[in-house]
């Protein structure tokens, strides 16, 4: 999205701490940045969603560094089989931080569906 000029800036959802305690967005920025450019990792933010175990707790973690940065249109990318489910919810929890959020929803293709596209066109050029 960046790359495309689709986005200004890009938030990650990440959690704080790795399995080992080290912290996640430190390492994630260095890996954008070595593979993309100081450019793109410049525009990166993260949002700390530790402790979440499903979309509506995530939903709101993130409402809530959504509204610190006061950003008032954001895109949920999300697979295609978790799309619809998940603007749902981001469309019930957004309004009760700041109604003025547009949210439009942008769907990814999932890496099951991928794997199988990649299968099935392999197979056809054997």
């Known amino acids: ?30 890996y954008i940045e070595t593979s ?10 993260f949002c700390e969603t530790s402790g979440v175990s499903s979309t509506d707790q995530e939903a709101e973690a993130l409402s809530a560094c959504i509204q610190e940065h006061r950003w008032k249109t954001i895109a949920l990318v999300t697979s295609n089989g978790h799309s619809r489910r998940a603007g749902l919810i981001w469309r019930q929890t957004l309004p009760k931080r700041d109604p003025s959020i547009q949210l439009p929803v942008d769907r990814v293709a999932d890496p099951g569906e991928m794997l199988k596209k990649l299968g099935a066109l392999t197979h056809k050029q054997q």
């Not at 790359?3 to 990650?12: C, D, H, K, T």
């Not at 993309?36 to 933010?45: K, M, P």
């Open 1 to 30: 999205m960046l790359q495309r000029g689709s986005a200004e800036r890009v938030a990650f959802s990440v959690t704080k701490e790795s399995y080992w305690g080290e912290e996640i967005a430190p390492i994630a920025r260095n």
């Open 36 to 45: 993309y450019g100081g450019d793109l990792a410049s525009r990166l933010e």
